[in-house]
């Protein structure tokens, strides 16, 4: 295994298509881990892999790919990395991050988007995560679709753009935010950029 970022705890999950398939370069990034994590650096592909198993459910996961294919929650993982962005697991469900924790969520991200195929594209299922980014200067879009609304931006970095789009966190909302998620993609249309 590669080794790991020092502003990382746990290795994303990159899926076996990753870069290769009709999603591109795909980041997608979630929140936070939980107490089952621990400091386990491959906490994160675990967690994931458990859930693809047949039979295995996860309502996290699920309402992720449900935002790609409502029909088949799982197919989207084969084509996406994946990584939370705040870098210490949670004590459970309700404990939020701390002013600490807010600060790991800028350095992750910047780490993450070292991937190899670089993210052309990101998805952010966590307005916490996405207030803590460095976006000062960056120009804010809504992308709204049937009422519901994301954040999108531009986020430049020395070998091209990386169109970056955040949605409400699906623990609370289901995947409610699909016809957001397919707009982006569809107006973000990939296109390989690497270094």
Known sequence: ???????????PWVGSKYGKSDYGSLLLCGESHYESSEYDKNATINEIQRYLE???TGRFWTM?????????SKSIWENVAFANLVQRPMDDTKERPSEDDFKTIAPAFEAL???????????????LAWDNLPLED???EPLKVDGHEGLRCEYSLNYGVCNVLCIPHPGFNGYKYRPIVQKFLKLTTYKEISL
């Open 54 to 56: 047949p039979g295995a």
């Open 64 to 72: 992720v790919g449900k935002h790609f294919n409502p029909e088949d």
């Open 138 to 140: 960056k120009k804010m």
């Open 113 to 127: 988007l070292e991937l190899k195929p670089s993210p052309s594209r990101v998805i952010i299922f966590s307005r």
């Open 1 to 11: 295994m590669k080794k790991l970022n020092e502003s990382l705890t746990w290795h």
